[in-house]
């Protein structure tokens, strides 16, 4: 394939391509193992001198094609799936930082990552500094230590919707010699390209609007292959000097471009083991075949429902980084000009001067729209941190923890827009 197709394309084409007679749909290789003739080749294979399938938790077709389908999504040059967006992110960060190292993590990210990095890596010896993301270029370029190995963000936030200005992250990492490591999951690569804004590695989780219809919990890491490993050995020290565990081969060496997804693969996936199943990487396709046109509907019906919500008298606040006047608009035009995503946040005025339990009656007021702990899928759902994921904090470590206790999470789906508006209408009326 010489052309370069556009990403509409790449969802539908990339990554299966049958031969003559071969099944026209991805198929499912459901196979712990593979078959070989003589003990010679399958040796190779374990001394990575051949490429080939042996064992499902190193590497499976299925999840390969679909992993090279979104590798070509994001413009990257290696991609592995992963059982999570947990396991991708854990993955994608411990692949170049061990204990004793260090790392940056801007406080806008999802709760599991925040608590992934900051208490469960810490366990393990790695250190981490929490920076706002709208800190200055000073303060980020103060955050960096002799040991940093990365610095991740997220490119819209979970759920805080803030909008990462790829420019000044990546800089500031450039010029201290580490990449910059971005989640990619709310836009996804049809709405942004995190790759040409400098970002060295992304991650998703592909549980959300790549899988799009809720059926399987999955992730996955891309590398751009634009970070020069070798340029700094003594930093990178697992992917420029002979591994042991692989009779001294040297990933930089011997797989170039593809060194760090080689290594997340041999090393971390054998030693680790968090495949995803080869039956949900068939589901991602399938959803990835129809993302750009669901991202479009998402953006679209989103948009509408914020306008809608800024305007009812009983809405104290909505926040939406494509709503004109928003703190994060700018950004947002600038590294997602298509449209950001479908997820949306806002408070309701409280009538009683008890917000959780005025936001509580409206959301058990709404009949379609439902009460569920997920976003980004085709239906429209909410969750109110306050009173679910963050239930056992006081008033006054939700706002700690920068989550407002009226703060409703509203991710709008691809259902006509007049009957999500009408929904919402319905149960204000009756608050
Ligand atoms: C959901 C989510 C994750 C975690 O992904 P899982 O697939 O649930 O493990 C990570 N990052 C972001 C931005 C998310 O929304």
């Known amino acids: 394939m010489n052309q370069e197709y556009s990403i509409e ?39 990575l001198e051949a490429s080939g399938y042996f064992y499902t938790r190193l590497q499976n077709p299925t999840n390969d094609y679909v992993a090279e389908k979104i590798r070509d999504m994001e413009g990257g040059v290696a991609a592995m799936l992963t059982s999570s967006g947990q396991a991708a992110n854990f993955f994608a960060v411990f692949n170049i930082c061990e204990a004793g190292g260090h790392m940056i993590l801007s406080s806008a990210v999802y709760g599991g990552t925040f608590n992934l990095f900051t208490v469960t890596m810490k366990k393990m010896g790695i250190e981490c500094t929490v920076i706002d993301p709208d800190c200055t270029e000073e303060e980020l370029n103060a955050a960096f230590k ?43 690569p049809v709405n942004c390209r995190p790759f040409e804004h400098g970002a060295d590695i992304v991650t998703h989780s592909t549980t959300k609007y790549m899988d799009g219809h809720a059926l399987s919990v999955g992730g996955v890491i891309v590398d751009s292959g634009n970070f020069d490993w070798t340029k700094y050995p003594e930093k990178f020290p697992g992917l420029c000097t002979p591994d042991d565990s692989y009779h001294g081969v040297t990933y930089t060496e011997r797989f170039g471009k593809g060194a760090y997804i080689t290594k997340a693969t041999v090393q971390l996936m054998r030693d680790l083991g968090c495949i995803q199943s080869p039956q949900n990487a068939f ?8 993302l750009p046109l669901r991202m479009e509907k998402h953006c679209e019906n989103a948009l509408k429902v914020a306008k809608y919500l800024q305007n009812h008298e009983k809405v104290a606040w909505v926040n939406y980084p494509g709503l004109e006047g928003n703190k994060y608009y700018d950004l947002a035009k600038k590294y997602m000009p298509k449209g950001t995503c479908g997820v949306i946040s806002f408070g309701i005025k409280s009538t009683t001067g008890d917000t959780i339990k005025d936001t509580v009656r409206f959301m058990d007021q709404l009949k379609m729209i439902a009460i569920v702990t997920h976003v980004a899928d085709a239906r429209s759902c909410v969750l109110h941190p306050a009173s679910h994921t963050h239930r056992q904090m006081t008033y006054e470590q939700l706002l700690e923890a920068g989550v407002q206790p009226d703060l409703i999470r509203f991710s709008v789906g691809i259902e006509n827009v007049d009957d999500i508006i009408a929904d919402v209408e319905q149960a204000l009326a009756l608050v």
């Open 9 to 47: 394309t790449k969802c539908v084409q990339s990554g299966w391509k049958p031969e003559n007679g071969e099944p026209r749909v991805l198929p499912i290789y459901q196979s712990t193992t593979f078959k070989y003739t003589t003990s010679e080749e399958m040796g190779k294979l374990f001394d």
């Open 146 to 188: 002799e040991n940093t190995k990365c610095v991740f963000a997220e490119s819209i936030a979970n759920p805080a919707l803030v909008v990462l200005d790829f420019d000044k992250f990546a800089k500031a990492a450039h010029s201290h010699g580490v990449p910059l490591i971005v989640d990619n999951t709310f836009p996804t």
């Open 283 to 290: 589901y991602v396709n399938n959803g990835l075949e129809s």
